[in-house]
């Protein structure tokens, strides 16, 4: 007696239609330009009504494609380009995650391999958005002279945050933020990729996802490291700008595979004890110690830094 599989729906949720589900994930969205620093953490919940669409056996794409009409719609109509960054970061870490969690089961792909696919496109969509919006100019230079403008208009005086005449340091920081804008985003759909995966069992989606403390990077990784290592040390601009965010991101992704290695050597009792995790990242995010983390997890691509014993130990 066969029968085909149906989609998994958890009584403890009620379903949703995809015309809500849109609605939801927007309003949700919304948090992260509106709502300072809350809006970071707010907004990671955005894609979970549009993957419920998913688990109920519908495309998420019922959801968030009529979003995607009137956001663009919209921005061409009125010539707005505040909408149409809004329609752009909606897709980016709203639509396309869903979608990529989509992808994910369909294809059988491991962990590390749809979290640097959805972490590289979020990487490739901001480059390219931020390349097209302020075009001709430079993005980071224009970015730059946005930051000083805008804090200009908050009241704050140029001489104290370095970018007029002030303090050269926290000029120079002011630079880097805007130089590694698209990087950012990236690391904030790293994030979002981590919050995603630990829930979506709850949804009633399943994937070839095991515990973290055996997650394994991307074992095509190491290319996008040499990559962006090389063109931020050789090539002239914007070939520099571009090599320097892909390198940022690689290393977010391997900040990762090392927090994995470290929650491995922590055994079963501490790994799941939230407030040694919690401490543990606190820790790791302290830079000195942050870049130790990220050589971990790259230095584990090439040689296996976690034995328990187990034949199949290490793989994804």
């Not at 792909?109 to 931020?130: D, F, K, P, Q």
């Not at 933020?177 to 399943?206: E, Q, W």
């Amino acid at each position: 007696m066969s029968s085909s599989p149906t989609p998994s729906n958890p009584p403890s949720l009620r379903r949703i239609g995809p015309g809500v589900a849109g609605l939801l994930s927007v309003l949700v969205y919304l948090s992260l330009p509106l709502v300072p620093l809350v809006g970071l953490v707010l907004a990671l919940l955005a894609p979970l009504p549009l993957l419920q669409v998913t688990a109920s056996g519908r495309p998420s794409f019922m959801a968030w494609g009529w979003v995607a009409v009137v956001g663009t719609g919209g921005a061409l109509l009125t010539s707005s380009t505040w909408l149409a960054v809004l329609t752009l970061g909606y897709l980016a870490t709203t639509a396309w995650p869903a979608v990529s969690v989509e992808s994910w089961r369909r294809r059988g792909w491991s962990e590390g391999r749809w979290l640097a696919i959805l972490v590289l496109v979020g990487l490739l969509i901001s480059l390219s958005a931020l390349s097209a919006i302020l075009y001709p100019a430079f993005p980071p230079q224009r970015l730059g002279e946005m930051i000083a403008a805008s804090l200009e208009q908050a009241g704050i005086p140029s001489g104290l945050y370095g970018l007029g005449s002030g303090t050269r340091e926290i000029g120079a920081a002011f630079g880097l933020v805007a130089y590694i804008v698209p990087a950012l985003s990236a690391l904030y759909l790293t994030l979002l990729g981590r919050f995603l995966g630990a829930r979506l069992s709850v949804l009633g989606l399943d994937t070839a996802r095991g515990p973290f403390c055996d997650y394994r990077s991307e074992e095509w990784l190491p290319v996008g490291f040499i990559l962006g290592g090389l063109g931020w040390v050789f090539l002239p601009e914007p070939g520099k700008w571009l090599a320097a965010n892909l390198l940022v991101t690689v290393a977010g992704l391997y900040f990762v595979h090392g927090l994995a290695i470290i929650h491995f050597y922590l055994g079963p009792r501490l790994r799941h004890n939230r407030w040694v995790r919690a401490g543990v990242l606190l820790v790791a995010l302290q830079m000195p110690v942050a870049a130790t983390v990220a050589a971990a997890g790259l230095a584990d691509a090439f040689v296996r830094l976690r034995r328990s014993g187990k034949p199949d130990e290490g793989r994804a």
